[in-house]
């Protein structure tokens, strides 16, 4: 059975930083495109970033480009999103996901977190 679990969220000030962690049990990701959405109150699922199985292809959301990075590490089985100048409109519920392929340009999901707060602060 995989599992992934997020950790990392909290409450910030606009403007400080964060870094998300997904861990991934009972499977590997090492084929998989993995990638981060956010869901805040009231509000749609939205996509943030994506990193293809190779590492070498990567997707941002605009809203978040230049201020967040995704990142996987295949040995620790883990993909991270390091969040940077947070703003009040990231404060949401960040879910980490695997895509059923090795690209994110295949838009279908295998598994997904419970996810992990972040609530940024004006």
């Known amino acids: 059975q995989v599992q992934l679990v997020e950790s990392g969220g909290g409450l910030v000030q606009a403007g400080g930083s964060l870094r998300l962690s997904c861990a991934v049990s009972g499977g590997s990701i090492i084929s998989y495109a993995m990638g981060w959405f956010r869901q805040a109150p009231g509000k749609e699922r939205e996509f943030v970033a994506a990193?293809?199985?190779?590492?070498?292809?990567?997707k941002y959301a605009g809203s978040v480009e230049g201020r967040f990075t995704i990142t996987r590490n295949t040995a620790e089985n883990t993909v991270y999103l390091q969040m940077n100048d947070l703003k009040p409109e990231d404060t949401a519920v960040y879910l980490c996901t695997q895509y059923s392929t090795g690209t994110y340009y295949v838009e279908d999901y295998d598994y997904w977190g419970q996810g992990t707060q972040v609530t940024v602060s004006s």
């Open positions: 990193i293809s199985w190779s590492g070498q292809g990567i």
